[in-house]
């Protein structure tokens, strides 16, 4: 856990395909980019797997608590999405 959040604390790779936890607190994706200052189309290309976003830790921050979840949830929506993604595992994005 604690290389975990050493990770954090540098920039965070997200990818956020299906938009699950965005959908399970009811947000729009305009709602998640207006709150954390990106664009509503960089939301949807995270969630398509389009791309993939470089946030830093108080914007990952800002993601856990509109999603209501916790790193450790965040992170496994990450590594889901990345496994049904185009096969590449969660060590190609670290």
């Given at each position: 856990?604690?290389?975990?959040?050493?990770?954090?604390?540098?920039?965070?790779?997200?990818?956020?395909?299906?938009?699950?936890?965005?959908l399970?607190?009811?947000?729009?994706?305009?709602?998640?980019?207006?709150?954390?200052?990106v664009a509503e189309?960089?939301?949807?290309?995270?969630?398509k797997?389009r791309?993939?976003?470089?946030?830093?830790?108080d914007?990952?921050?800002?993601?856990?608590e509109?999603?209501?979840?916790?790193?450790?949830?965040l992170?496994?929506?990450?590594?889901?999405?990345?496994?049904?993604?185009?096969?590449?595992?969660a060590?190609d994005?670290?």
């Amino acid at each position: 856990m604690g290389q975990h959040l050493a990770k954090l604390s540098r920039v965070v790779h997200l990818s956020l395909a299906k938009s699950r936890l965005r959908l399970r607190v009811k947000l729009r994706t305009v709602d998640i980019a207006s709150r954390i200052g990106v664009a509503e189309s960089s939301v949807r290309n995270w969630e398509k797997g389009r791309t993939i976003p470089t946030l830093s830790i108080d914007k990952t921050a800002a993601l856990c608590e509109l999603y209501q979840c916790s790193i450790a949830e965040l992170d496994l929506a990450v590594r889901e999405s990345i496994a049904q993604g185009d096969g590449k595992t969660a060590d190609d994005f670290e």
